[in-house]
């Protein structure tokens, strides 16, 4: 069964002090792995995709990376407005489309 | 474009009650589906469509029940509702089945069934 675990559950930063999200997957087949930002009370909104082992993306404070095992979503001098949940999913196979398996998110509070 | 919608944003029912959750989308996506999110669970996948007539189950796709008949809809029906089905309800859409372009989600209705 594939399986999406996301640590740590909540972080709380100071505005400044960088930090690393990690999603860490076991699943037979990775297609490619998703990163989301989710605002309370509002849908997610995507942010990357990952499709193999090595590979880097930034946007702005943010820089995810992705091995066999796990992915990185690291928040560089993170501002209150990177406050959010953040929510990591994979993709496994096509043949039943776009379908996503999603980890539990980890909730970033950053405190000026 | 309006991108995702989906309606209404907050529902209560009683437990047995049946009502139907609307979602569309203006970006002309074959591919739609429907997903809960409840507290420490993340989200997950209850319906799915790759196209106009055609409709599959996810993961948790028990009292639910979908339809495609235009590109645009992809309504959630809940047949009798209950308790266990109180969570927040996301429809998200994406341009084609097979490729692994990102999802684009609707901004989520609030259901409380009582």
């Known amino acids: 069964e594939d399986q999406v675990t996301q640590s740590p559950e909540a972080l709380r930063l100071q505005e400044g002090e960088s930090s690393s999200l990690n999603c860490s997957y076991t699943?037979?087949?990775?297609?490619?792995l998703f990163w989301y930002r989710q605002d309370p009370g509002k849908g997610p909104e995507f942010l990357f995709t990952?499709?193999?082992a090595g590979e880097e993306k930034e946007k702005e404070r943010l820089k995810a990376t992705l091995t066999k095992k796990e992915s990185f979503l690291h928040i560089t001098a993170p501002k209150p407005e990177d406050s959010a949940t953040y929510l990591c999913?994979?993709?496994?196979?096509?043949?039943?489309?776009?379908?996503?398996?999603f980890g539990g998110g980890t909730r970033v509070l950053v405190k000026p | 474009n309006a991108g995702v919608t989906q309606t209404p944003k907050f529902q209560v029912l009683k437990t047995g009650q049946s009502m139907t959750l609307q979602c569309a989308q203006d970006?002309?996506?074959?591919?739609m589906s429907w997903y809960r999110q409840d507290p420490g669970m993340g989200l997950r996948l209850i319906h799915y469509?790759?196209?106009?007539?055609?409709?599959d189950q996810g993961e948790v796709p028990n009292g639910y029940n979908v339809s495609r008949s235009t590109t645009e809809d992809f309504p959630l029906r809940l047949l009798s509702a209950a308790p266990s089905q109180t969570s927040v309800y996301f429809c998200?859409?994406?341009?084609?089945?097979?490729?692994?372009?990102?999802?684009?989600f609707g901004p989520g209705t609030r259901l409380t069934v009582l």
């Open positions: 998200a859409s994406s341009p084609r089945q097979g490729t692994y372009n990102e999802q684009f």
């Open positions: 999913a994979v993709q496994v196979g096509w043949a039943a489309g776009n379908k996503l398996t």
């Open positions: 469509s790759v196209g106009a007539g055609i409709t």
């Open positions: 699943v037979s087949g990775l297609r490619g």
């Open positions: 990952l499709y193999s």
């Open positions: 970006m002309n996506h074959e591919y």
